[in-house]
């Protein structure tokens, strides 16, 4: 990287920015009016349009194709030019939005602030895959159904995975419809259909995937890094009742394809560089991966220290103008399996990716209260509801709720970047 | 319709063909030599260029408009269209089809052998969901692992479905690759890697979604069929090994991922029409379905009776030019839940459902042995090897194996129709 750590912008809001620094610079979709959507970077409380930056003729050699393969409204294919063109756009960036920058005239009028645009998805999502590797969340999940042994004997060997709905994944922002469908109530035989009762969120990474893989060919993990184009946070609401009753054996199905939603910016794996880490050590007498899973360089580095945390502001609390109560504060270090790991299994057996893949990372939990990515752990099961500000209680979510979750990066000597925020509000059921 | 169910047409090796007699008129996506992949449907041992045809003005008003839809090689645009404009080409196919047609001079130069074309996948396939519908395959599978109870406490209730990969569905003719992955083998407590050793076929029928619902919105199980554009098979192949290691908690991934063959023509609702039949009855005492799930119509109406085919051809069998080995003969009345009940069910939780959409039934056994519809069941995990006439014995797919997949829908005084084969062989692991 060229730039320096603490480097600023002329863009002064940009400059110690929660979430978009000149160090983040990460890519969207977005439109403003009546515009079509076209491809942004957040910089502040600011989107810089690029391709009117690229109409100006400020791009050339491989970060002019990275910006030109953006057209269309999606980044399916800039994802998948891969990792030179997606560096060499970030140096062109840093130029241009850097506090020495001779663009500054030119810049400023492509520069619309962020309240006045529209988010869209990134990309056309092709295959959407939810992992599993929250390990403290598998553990907590696990107690409540079997106490004596929470994590299923293939837990360490095998990052689990399964293939959720790509239709139904939205921008932040979007209003959540509660869910209709059949669950057993607790004492019955026989099951009923109505309002989902036992609405929850999930607390995730999401993982967009770039260069693909054909189909029969397996991308070996010291490569996978380089077919991830960047991370998202993920909501990954689930209608707990209705799982409980459909799930087996075949996994959720209905419980989750109502809405997943996405923050709509893509922070690049640059700009993570800073906030990578080892991979934590596996506890005495963890298995060792099976060779397909093991590089040390992924050992070494292939993990991120990423804070996550989860709001909920209730109707209740925004009349009273009362500040969102925190239910989650949690950390990316809880994951059993890094991202390079779970490309190599999920294509270990040929199967192809794509560029716009998405992955989620599974409900990321700490293992102390506090640190509990959804309200299922945290009120056991709906057993210990939650107290909040307002004089409310929570077991799990109600119409008007407002779900936030946001990310931050944090290291000294380095500036701080973020996610932007992934929020949902709950609507009545039909 | 305005057809006679024996009428003839003036291309005679449709009369009386096994699947494409005219009565049929499956659309593909083809292409011949260099060009571009385009529209055609499926008449005799030929196919009718379609977008020809437009060109040279044969196509008026909805016929017309469903051609122009499906330009640019796929045909989501008109399965979006929906059933009025389906049955406006299927009409003006008949004229120009039919034995008294003044178009013959005109359409022979459009016509192509089929045995020239190259087929393709008939849309883009946004999502594709793998249901369980199949009951005497889940009471074969669950007595594998629970003797005493082999359908769980929702199979009744719930139209058991999940989440698949889109992105490895291929038209027949590809070549599977035998995937590697994890496997525990018996007596061990620590996976391996290694090629798969327990690969299998499922027998399914596809179901292609036509109109779709918008994200919160639900389709009554009355209108249902309105938003089914047609039918395939498709052949779910399955890594038995891999899936037993991998599936708990979260359902089949990598052992189902790795690709899923299906048969490339799109045999509509109109054509399946004659072979509807009232939904087998259920057994006494079975429950109601919930109410979402209940349609008189479709109770009367809404089960095919589609005589469904399974054949193994190995290496030596080609060979020693051997006929094809039948595995399985089975019929679609084994479904437990019929396909407008799979629809309503899938977006009774507002899930959007998109033209291009493809469904699995799941596994399409019988009862009795002849009729089970993998070799999971025939052989009984692998216990009861089958014995084949060229002196090999197989208890799973081995490599250079080729299963095909056929159907067959027969009634007296209607011209019989079939699907065309779905066929793949087995290729060693990389």
Known sequence: MNQSALARSWVEHANGHGDFPLQNLPLGIFSRKDQAPRCGVAIGDAILDLE?????GLFDGQARAAVEA???????AFFAL????RVALRERLLELLGEHS?????????????SECQLHLPARIGDYTDFYVGIEHAKNVGKLFRPDNPLLPNYKHVPIGYHGRASTIR????????PKGQTLPAGQSEPSFGPCARLDYELELGIWIGQGNDMGDSIPVAEAAEHIAGFCLLNDWS??????????????????????????????????????CAQPARPEGDPQPLPYLLDKRDQANGAFDIELEVLLLTERMREQKLPAHRLTLSNTLSMYWTVAQMVAHH???????????????????????????????????????VELA?????????????IILRARCKRDGVASIGFGECRGKILAAH
Chains 1, 2 share one sequence.
């Not at 891969?82 to 063109?85: D, F, K, L, Q």
């Not at 560029?355 to 210990?384: C, H, N, R, Y």
């Open 239 to 276: 209608a707990r009742d209705i799982q409980a009753w459909e799930y087996q054996p075949l996994g959720p199905f209905l419980s989750k394809s109502f809405i997943s939603t996405i923050s709509p910016w893509v922070v690049t794996a640059e700009a993570l560089e800073p906030f990578r």
């Open 390 to 402: 307002s004089g409310e209680v929570r077991k799990f979510l109600e119409d008007g709720d407002e």
């Open 102 to 114: 001779e663009y500054q005239a030119a810049l400023k009028p492509l520069l619309y602030p962020a």
């Open 52 to 56: 009117a930056v690229l109409a100006a």
């Open 82 to 85: 891969g990792r030179s063109a």
């Open 70 to 76: 953006t057209r269309g409204g999606a980044l399916n």
């Open 347 to 385: 294509s270990v057996n040929g199967c192809q990716l794509q560029p716009g893949d998405l992955f989620g990372s599974g409900t990321l939990s700490g293992a102390q209260p506090g640190q509990f990515g959804s309200l299922l752990e945290i009120t056991q099961g709906g057993k210990e509801p």
């Open 171 to 178: 921008p932040s922002g979007t209003d959540v419809r509660r």
